[in-house]
């Protein structure tokens, strides 16, 4: 149900953008070159989802979200690669990058 939830979450906060299940619990944003703006959404979505309780089955719990942002330069795998980095490398004690091809949201 989470799962359902948060994709309909990004549909309403990237309409224009493709959204997609890539894995178990990862999605991709394809969006345009409005790189502030992808920012200031993915932010949005973000303290939305951390402000949202969500109570299935008589229980309830919230949900936090790692997010990598990458640009589109390199091929899918290295892509993926590289916003998995963003969203591992902060759990790790380390600092997180602040480069133009990945950064941690």
Not at 25 to 37: A, P, R
Not at 38 to 57: D, G, H, I, N, Q
């Amino acid at each position: 149900i989470t799962l359902i939830e948060l994709a309909k979450m990004m549909k309403r906060y990237f309409p224009e953008g493709m959204v997609a299940r890539f894995g178990g619990e990862e999605f991709c944003i394809l969006y345009g070159n409005d790189e502030l703006g992808f920012v200031r959404r993915l932010e949005a979505m973000r303290e939305e989802l951390e402000k949202t309780v969500w109570s299935p089955y008589d229980k309830t719990f919230s949900v936090t979200i790692s997010i990598g942002m990458v640009h589109a330069d390199a091929h899918i795998d290295e892509l993926v690669q590289r916003a998995d980095w963003c969203c591992t490398k902060p759990r790790q004690g380390e600092e997180t990058s602040s480069s133009k091809t990945a950064k941690r949201i």
